[in-house]
């Protein structure tokens, strides 16, 4: 048992200090939102993994097919990721931050002028980016195979969950600083803030895109 949990602090540690879309978009989600925002999102994040795990874990046959279309998933991924790149790099617009201090009323938030937050928005954005994202379809399968033979369902419980939990509470914390550093963002740099993570978005999907052709040529 000492073992597993050992073992899912190291799978965690994977997640938690890799580099990828989904760790700018928790910072980009919680500056431009607000803690809540990057909570809603980072829920969109924790259950795409769960839904990972349990599918890699419990229906290894059902991945395996699903395996076969990893690089349509892909592409719809890298479609997605670009989207969302040209979209915050060159579209998207920051309003002044006396108009974004949301406003409850009837139980919704609301900006001052008008604008529902779309918390449910946010947090599908979370879910898909990680669920179309091949690295995180090919992390969680592999490591099922590779501790299905080594580990018993009940370590493997253990493993994943710990990995799991770990990984949770890291983002909580990403939440939490980037919030508390957001509210001291000015109008100017939350702009600065939302081009660059455009960029990275482009960057990341190309690479991917450009990683999905190389597998298709190469084979």
């Not at 919680?30 to 990057?38: C, K, L, Q, T, Y």
């Not at 909570?39 to 994040?45: D, H």
């Not at 790099?89 to 309003?95: D, M």
């Not at 201090?101 to 946010?122: C, H, M, Q, S, W």
Request: charged fraction near 15%; charge should be positive; include cysteine.
């Amino acid at each position: 048992m000492v073992d597993a949990f050992i073992k899912g602090l190291a799978i965690s540690l994977l997640l938690i200090f890799s580099v990828g879309p989904v760790i700018f978009t928790i910072i980009k989600q919680s500056i431009n939102h607000g803690r809540r925002g990057g909570f809603s999102f980072i829920i969109g994040v924790w259950i795409s993994d769960l839904i990972w795990v349990v599918l890699s874990n419990g229906f290894s046959e059902a991945i395996k097919t699903l395996l076969d279309f990893k690089i349509p998933i892909g592409i719809a991924g890298c479609i997605f990721l670009i989207g969302m790149g040209i979209y915050f790099a060159f579209i998207k617009k920051v309003e002044p931050r006396r108009l974004q201090e949301p406003v409850l009323l009837a139980g919704d938030e609301y900006t001052p002028t008008g604008r529902k937050t779309n918390y449910f928005a946010i947090m599908s954005s979370g879910f898909i980016i990680n669920t179309l994202n091949p690295a995180v379809i090919s992390f969680w399968v592999i490591m099922a195979a590779s501790l299905a033979s080594v580990y018993s369902l009940y370590d493997r419980i253990i493993i994943f969950s710990t990995c799991l939990g770990v990984n949770m509470l890291a983002d909580v914390g990403k939440v939490l600083g980037a919030g508390y550093i957001g509210k001291r963002l000015s109008d100017r740099v939350i702009l600065i803030i939302n081009r660059v993570s455009g960029v990275l978005y482009l960057i990341f999907g190309f690479v991917i895109l450009a990683g999905i052709i190389y597998t298709l040529i190469k084979d």
